[in-house]
């Protein structure tokens, strides 16, 4: 059984900074492409981030060269440095694979960015 578990989410203010972490078991995520996702209220879950398995990140545009994603795939773990956050960034974020379909989604990791 697959397990994603987030953490790292909060509350910050305009122009902070959040690490998040992404826990994985049940596969070894070092043959995937992983990703992580947002979701905002009432929009419709994004890809925010992906990495393949050999490093190599794509971002979504609105976040290049603020977020940085990362894996470790010794520890089967992704982590998701965010830096000059934004309003606009407030969502719960997920980790999960980025291609192939994703598994089951974990209860993922709220980040609030407000004054």
């Known amino acids: 059984q697959v397990q994603l578990v987030e953490s790292g989410g909060g509350l910050v203010q305009p122009g902070g900074s959040l690490r998040l972490s992404c826990v994985v078991s049940?596969?070894?995520?070092?043959?995937?492409?992983m990703g992580w996702y947002r979701q905002a209220p009432g929009k419709q879950r994004e890809l925010v981030a992906r990495i393949s398995s050999l490093g190599r990140p794509v971002y979504l545009d609105s976040v290049k060269g603020r977020f940085t994603i990362s894996r470790d795939n010794a520890k089967n773990t992704m982590s998701l440095q965010m830096n000059s956050l934004k309003p606009e960034d407030t969502a719960v974020y997920y980790c999960?694979?980025?291609?192939?379909?994703?598994?089951?989604w974990g209860q993922g990791t709220q980040v609030t960015v407000s004054a």
């Open positions: 999960n694979k980025a291609l192939g379909g994703p598994y089951d």
């Open positions: 049940g596969i070894n995520i070092h043959v995937y492409v």
